[in-house]
């Protein structure tokens, strides 16, 4: 077969499979785990690999997997197909836990079906006898930045490093291999065509934040505590003092909540705990303005007298992508959804794990545009679960053609043209350099 045909013998094998794979996406919406709990949604992958007849490994990073599906014309590069396991935590979304507030609010459920309609793509009959190299279908969890506190008990515990899912997969080896990377996500700009692609992210660091004052009767005797509640409030106002400081190109965004404000109302607050990123356009910019959120959770300590514990733990790198790959893949797009749907996108300041991996090699981070309402929020649905499925998996699957077809000659000149910033040593040690913890007390 020839190029087109196999293209066109994989989008109809993925066309086929579109009940079950749209069924799929559906029954993980109804089913929300959040991030490194996902342990329904890992085992349903593990039933599709196995109806698949693929065989996986399972438990990475508590409960990602991966299966691989080997070309039979020769060896090439290794092409990861990445979807995502678990949910947001969004209260009042329709599709909610009750008792989690677990949601998809960001389409990871689409994701997951996504990569399997990859995979069920390329296993038609005919497609592998024409490529070379390999196909890694991953299913990472925890990609949301979220739980902080959790998560980092995970971590004391040794359960896990890093608070991400693709940066566990990368310290457990799991990228050792993968030459390039892609995955889809799906995204509520309709208006801004179908199928989004490029750009960048903002990366982050995490942080948290204990403040510790006395407790007192509130209304006897106020003036024998200290108020770790109005440090944690001196501390946000200072914060915001900062922002003038940050330059427009760096996209700096910091949004700190209190996740403890006291245990009660009688009594001062002597326990609050607080939870913030801290992102940036850059490396250095996110770091920069950490610097200076210490500064002002330090003296929120200062202010009442009080201490603070600060805890920094990193968080996500900065997005690039292959501009090659993207040639190949928007080229692809237009095939599927005709070139007045494409959408170049520019800077996007929200962040994802996905960055990671572009900083040492080549990856494309799409967009379907097939929900409606604001990403991470109570209205946020997918709406056309063709173009959010079956669309998104398609693009994918003839981009891995392309980079794979007869001697992946286009694979091997992706991997070539990239300039990679960081090889998986530095990159652990860029984020063990960030992890730091600091008392401060007045």
């Keep these: 077969m020839n190029l087109d045909d196999i293209k066109q013998v994989v989008c109809r094998e993925i066309e086929r499979q579109g009940e079950r794979l749209i069924g799929l996406a559906k029954d993980i919406l109804d089913n929300p785990e959040p991030g490194f709990q996902e342990f329904k949604t890992a085992g349903r992958v593990a039933k599709e690999f196995e109806s698949m007849g693929l065989s ?3 438990n990475i990073g508590i409960t990602g997997l991966k299966a691989s599906i080997d070309a039979q014309k020769g060896t090439g590069p290794n092409v990861a197909v990445i979807g995502e396991l678990d949910s947001l935590k969004v209260l009042g979304h329709p599709h909610a836990d009750p008792e989690t507030f677990a949601a998809h609010a960001c389409g990871h459920h689409c994701q997951i079906a996504m990569m399997l309609g990859v995979g069920l793509g390329l296993q038609a009959p005919g497609v592998l006898d024409s490529l070379s190299g390999r196909v890694t279908l991953m299913a990472v969890p925890a990609e949301e930045y979220i739980d902080v506190e959790y998560r980092d008990n995970l971590r004391r515990d040794g359960k896990i490093e890093f608070l991400g899912g693709k940066p566990e997969f990368v310290r457990h080896g799991h990228f050792d291999d993968v030459d390039i990377a ?6 509520a700009s ?3 065509g179908k199928i989004s692609f490029g750009g960048t992210n903002n990366g982050l660091v995490a942080k948290s934040i204990k403040f510790s004052g006395t407790a007192s009767h509130a209304g006897g005797a106020p003036h024998l505590g200290v108020n770790a509640l109005n440090a944690a409030m001196i501390a946000m106002s200072a914060i915001h003092a900062q922002r003038e400081t940050y330059r427009d190109q760096d996209t700096i965004r910091i949004h700190p909540i209190i996740t403890r404000g006291g245990v009660a109302v009688s ?8 939870e913030t990123y801290v992102r940036g356009a850059s490396i250095d910019a996110f770091l920069s303005a950490s610097e200076k959120v210490d500064r002002a959770l330090r003296a929120g300590a200062m202010a009442v007298g009080g201490s603070v514990d600060i ?3 990193p968080g996500y790198l900065p997005i690039q992508s292959s501009q090659p790959m993207l040639e190949l893949y928007s ?5 599927l959804v005709g070139s007045d749907n494409l959408n170049q996108l520019g800077h996007r300041t929200g962040s994802t794990d996905m960055g990671d991996i572009s900083q040492m090699m080549p990856v494309i981070h799409p967009y379907v545009e097939a929900a409606t309402g604001n990403g991470h929020g109570i209205d946020y649905l997918v709406k056309d679960y063709s173009l959010g499925v079956l669309t998104g998996a398609k693009a994918m699957a003839m981009t891995v053609i392309d980079l794979l077809y007869e001697n992946a000659e286009n694979g091997y000149m992706v991997v070539d043209k990239y300039k990679a910033p960081l090889n998986k040593t530095d990159y652990l040690s860029l984020l063990r350099g960030m992890m730091k913890e600091e008392t401060y007390t007045e």
């Design 190 to 192: 309709p208006d801004q």
């Design 331 to 335: 080229g692809n797009a237009a095939t």
């Design 56 to 58: 996986f490994e399972e």
């Design 182 to 187: 892609m995955m889809t996500h799906t995204s």
């Design 311 to 313: 805890t920094t733990l």
């Design 267 to 274: 009594s001062v607050p002597a326990d609050v705990r607080m």
